[in-house]
Structure formats: C-alpha cells, structure tokens
C-alpha cells in the first residue's frame, strides 16, 4: 500500500528515516531482545506523547480548509483515543500499570521536544506545517509494522507489531498520504516541489523524524 507522493518525496531526503525506522528499539522489537522494562518505559512515554499528538490532529481540524480535510483528522483523532491510547491501556495493565499511573508519568524531555515541536508547528503554520510534522510518526509507524511483522523472529512483541501491520491502521497511513498530497496541491499547486515553501516542509519533515530518532532513544534508556 502506498502512502501517497509528498511523503515518499519527504522519507527519500531526509537521511535519518533509516536511523528512525530500523534503529536498535525497532530491531529489539523484531527479534524479541528488546527488554520488558523499556518496552513499558516506551509505552508510558508513549501514552503521554499520543495525548498531545492527539491535541496536534485535533489542531488539524481547525487549520483544514475543507470538509474532506477535517473528516480525515477527526477520523484520525478518534483512532489515536479510542484505539491507539486504549492499546497502551490495556498492556500496562497486564503489567500491573492502571491508566491512572500511566497519566501521572513524568514526561522526558526527548518526549517534550518532540510534541511541543509538533504542536508548535501547528500552531505558528498552517495545515502543511502541521502535516509536514505529523508525517514521520503516522507513516513511519506504518513502515515499522510492515517490515517487522514480514521479518519479526519473536513473537513477544507480536501485538504490537500486528497493531501496526493491520490493514486498519495500513489504511489510516493511506488515508493521510492522500490528505496530505491534497492538501499541498490545493495550497502550493501542481508544481509543490518548484515553491519556495517547499524546502521548509522538507525541513519540518526532517526535523520530526530526527526527534523520532531521540524517542527510540530515550526508550532505551529507562
């Protein structure tokens, strides 16, 4: 399945999309050798972070110029509450970990830097900035899931991989391609690659996925 030409354009020029995609967390998922302990260390921080990526799509609602754009991010924002979220919920209660500790998780600062940066992208930008930020989580997440579950040799993790690989959430990254490759030709035209905002969203893009990066980081590190 496809996620749409902006996005392949955005993955192919940023160099860390590797670093971020097949980095040492992902791989620990793959194989089973990642630890218990950092796997619920990642879901706690994780829990946070898609509290405010949920604010950031909600945030897509009102920079959405039309009807189409604003269904897809409500549709988006329930899929983050109502399914994702819940998903969280349910495996650190296997743990021992109620929704109300994973509420009261200390946010890292990897996690800070990285919603507030979307946010702010939202924010201070229009839809596209917005996008531009958003990408690497929902696409990258897709990616993710798809190689793990053709070449996982565990399955501890097998949940979590299958969430990921699922032709719902396959669907949802499909979804967005299409949202955002709209939303940039009816904002920067037929050429988007020949606009002078064109290099900025790259930017944008390469940014968030870098900050990808330092999360898988930081759940190395519990």
């Not at 990642?42 to 039309?66: C, E, G, M, N, P």
């Not at 819940?86 to 109300?100: F, N, S, Y």
């Not at 600062?109 to 201070?124: C, I, K, M, P």
């Amino acid at each position: 399945m496809t996620y749409g030409n902006t996005f392949a354009a955005w993955r192919d020029n940023t160099p860390v999309w590797l670093a971020y995609t097949r980095h040492a967390f992902v791989q620990g998922l793959g194989d089973g050798t990642l630890p218990h302990a950092a796997f619920l260390h990642y879901l706690k921080q994780d829990y946070v972070f898609l509290i405010h990526f949920s604010r950031a799509w909600a945030l897509a609602i009102t920079k959405a110029d039309t009807v189409a754009e604003m269904r897809l991010a409500a549709s988006t924002v329930n899929g983050l509450i109502n399914e994702e979220i819940a998903l969280h919920i349910k495996t650190c209660a296997e743990a021992g970990i109620d929704e109300a500790a994973l509420f009261a998780t200390q946010e890292r600062q990897e996690n800070l830097a990285y919603t507030r940066y979307v946010l702010d992208a939202g924010h201070s930008g229009d839809l596209l900035d917005l996008l531009a930020a958003l990408a690497p989580c929902v696409m990258g997440y897709c990616e993710i899931g798809s190689h793990l579950a053709a070449t996982k040799t565990s399955d501890t993790y097998a949940e979590w991989i299958n969430t990921y690989a699922s032709a719902d959430y396959q669907q949802v990254c499909h979804d967005v391609g299409l949202l955002i490759d709209g939303a940039v030709a009816r904002r920067l035209g037929d050429d988007p690659k020949g606009s002078p905002r064109w290099t900025a969203l790259q930017a944008r893009f390469a940014m968030a996925t870098q900050l990808e990066v330092g999360f898988w980081d930081m759940g190395l590190d519990p």
